[in-house]
Antibody, heavy 120, light 108 residues
Framework: QVQLKQSGGGVVQPGKSLRLSCAASGFIFSSHGMLWVRQAPGKGLEWVAFISFDGSEKYYADSVKGRFTISRDNSKKTLYLQMNSLRVEDTAVYYC?????????????WGQGTLVTVSS | EIVMTQSPATLSVSPGERATLSCRAS??????LAWYQQKPGQAPRLLMYGASTRATGIPARFSGSGSGTEFTLTISSLQSEDFALYYC??????????FGPGTKVDIK
């Protein structure tokens, strides 16, 4: 069955860096686009970044552009989110999600979420 | 950037009643609209895509309609497990996978 297992969250000081990982299994990872979405405490869903199935296309929300980098290693079936220059307002639960196809634009499986807390 | 709005913010419904949720896009998204359900402490779950196609395993009491800028998610007869948050998401503009702010369906 499809599984997206996330890791890498935690508490970090403002200005520091953190890398999130999302290990995929149960589907052909290299054939699907992937998305990172976050949810601040008590707030709605905010998309963060998208990467195409082969990594050739990447899109970022304005709120993270220039600070966050999405990447993937298809040989390891793993998605990453490198977060630099973290701000207090980046505090959220971060989810990875699988595109239904290589480029459908909607997301049929989600990871369990990982909490990132940015605080001094 | 396409802005998504949802109404109402909260919908109070009795079990067995119909719930109608609205989603509006600031510009046309044709039928590139998905709906997700989220329960407390859980990840979102895909309900609907293409505005009106149910995702795998979604009960028939969920239906979607609309195109262009106006969309509706209808739950025909609310079950206890349907009380949750519902988000719409556009995927017409691939530069921004924007979500609406959500509608909370709670028990009346």
């Amino acid at each position: 069955q499809v599984q997206l297992k996330q890791s890498g969250g935690g508490v970090v000081q403002p200005g520091k860096s953190l890398r999130l990982s999302c290990a995929a299994s149960g589907f052909i990872f290299s054939s699907h686009g992937m998305l990172w979405v976050r949810q601040a405490p008590g707030k709605g869903l905010e998309w963060v970044a998208f990467i195409s199935f082969d990594g050739s296309e990447k899109y970022y929300a304005d709120s993270v552009k220039g600070r966050f980098t999405i990447s993937r290693d298809n040989s390891k079936k793993t998605l990453y989110l490198q977060m630099n220059s973290l701000r207090v307002e980046d505090t959220a639960v971060y989810y990875c999600a699988k595109d239904e196809t290589d480029s459908s634009g909607f997301f049929d499986y989600w990871g369990q979420g990982t909490l990132v807390t940015v605080s001094s | 950037e396409i802005v998504m709005t949802q109404s109402p913010a909260t919908l109070s419904v009795s079990p067995g009643e119909r719930a109608t949720l609205s989603c509006r896009a600031s510009q046309t998204v044709t039928n590139s609209l998905a709906w997700y359900q989220q329960k407390p402490g859980q990840a979102p779950r895909l309900l609907m895509y293409g505005a009106s196609t149910r995702a795998t395993g979604i009960p028939a009491r969920f239906s979607g309609s609309g195109s262009g800028t106006e969309f509706t998610l209808t739950i025909s007869s609310l079950q206890s497990e349907d009380f949750a948050l519902y988000y719409c998401q556009q995927y017409y503009d691939w530069r921004f996978f924007t979500f609406g702010p959500g509608t909370k369906v709670d028990i009346k």
